[in-house]
């Protein structure tokens, strides 16, 4: 199927205004070479919708939209505990069963579950929320630190900002990394976190460090990605031994040094990949591989596909 266009995110009576506002930001239509989106917040009956701050959001569009979406977004709600209508259900299924993209935000993933969409997949949600839902669908493997769980045209996401990484996945995925990173930066937020990173952390992800040493070490390891970086030379600038480095990098960014170069890596060689025509044994080269073959092998297992099939469908060179 094509990248996903038309956006649809189920707003209920008690909707979160923390995730209607994301996914509005992420998909509103930018030009300048982005994708025009076609987003709309949709309820059971257009009308007033009142927040989970009290709030009230004019949503002009009913469920009709809801099943005609590409990509369907259910979002966090106040009373999450009591499923939504079975019109609403109905809507769930009836766009999954045509093929469309379904994602749960936070508590969102309640009513993916209570469509039976989550039966015998992974998935996750808010933190607090999760041994909740394991109870409620034993069917599902819950994964509660995870940030998002991608289970293919399922996608669910944890709770209040991880929404952002949560969409942000979806359109490095079905749209690529240009355009991800472009609507990361116009936003301000992290290009790319995976979604195996811990939900909640100690300090923030390396992008926003607080750690000073870490931070320096960190943006000089970006200028310096065409070289071998292994993690002892990071430690080394980062004035501590590797064991203490490794342990202070897990508990600020949630992950491995090995990971998040690995991630840095494959992330700027897709940029490479659809921005400029350069061959990819030169990409390799760029971002830190030895050759164009271990890029391939890294391509295909992270990625499921090789360099030049990436870049073929995502490329971006006029």
Request: overall charge neutral.
């Amino acid at each position: 199927m094509p990248p996903f266009v038309t956006v649809a995110a189920y707003a209920p009576h008690g909707v979160g205004m923390l995730g209607a506002g994301i996914v509005s930001e992420v998909f509103d239509a930018r030009g300048q070479g982005l994708p025009a989106f076609d987003f709309a917040l949709c309820t059971d009956r257009p009308g007033e919708v009142r927040t989970d701050v009290g709030l009230p959001l004019l949503v002009s569009h009913g469920l009709e939209r809801l099943a005609a979406a590409d990509l369907v977004i259910a979002l966090p709600w106040a009373r999450f505990r009591t499923p939504p209508a079975p019109a609403v259900l109905e809507a769930l299924v009836a766009a999954h069963a045509r093929g469309a993209l379904v994602a749960g935000h936070c508590v969102g993933a309640f009513a993916l579950g209570a469509a039976g969409l989550l039966d015998g997949l992974r998935a996750t949600t808010h933190w607090r929320f999760a041994a909740l839902l394991a109870e409620r669908h034993p069917e599902v493997t819950v994964e509660p630190d995870a940030l998002y769980v991608d289970e293919g045209r399922v996608i669910t996401g944890a709770g209040a900002a991880a929404g952002f990484d949560l969409c942000l996945h979806l359109l490095r995925r079905e749209h690529g990394a240009a355009t991800a990173n472009a609507i990361a930066r116009d936003l301000v937020l992290p290009s790319h976190r995976d979604g195996g990173q811990a939900q909640y952390l100690a300090t923030p992800v390396p992008e926003d460090c607080r750690d000073e040493r870490l931070a320096d070490v960190l943006a000089w390891a970006r200028e310096h990605l065409h070289e071998p970086l292994p993690v002892a030379e990071l430690a080394s600038r980062a004035l501590m031994s590797r064991r203490s480095f490794a342990r202070r990098f897990s508990a600020a960014t949630g992950t491995t040094p090995h990971a998040w170069l690995l991630g840095l890596r494959l992330s700027r060689a897709e940029e490479l990949l659809e921005t400029t025509d350069l061959p990819v044994e030169e990409v390799a080269r760029l971002v830190g591989y030895g050759s164009a073959a271990v890029l391939r092998a890294q391509f295909v297992r992270r990625r499921g596909v090789p360099p030049r099939v990436y870049r073929r469908s995502f490329t971006r060179v006029t």
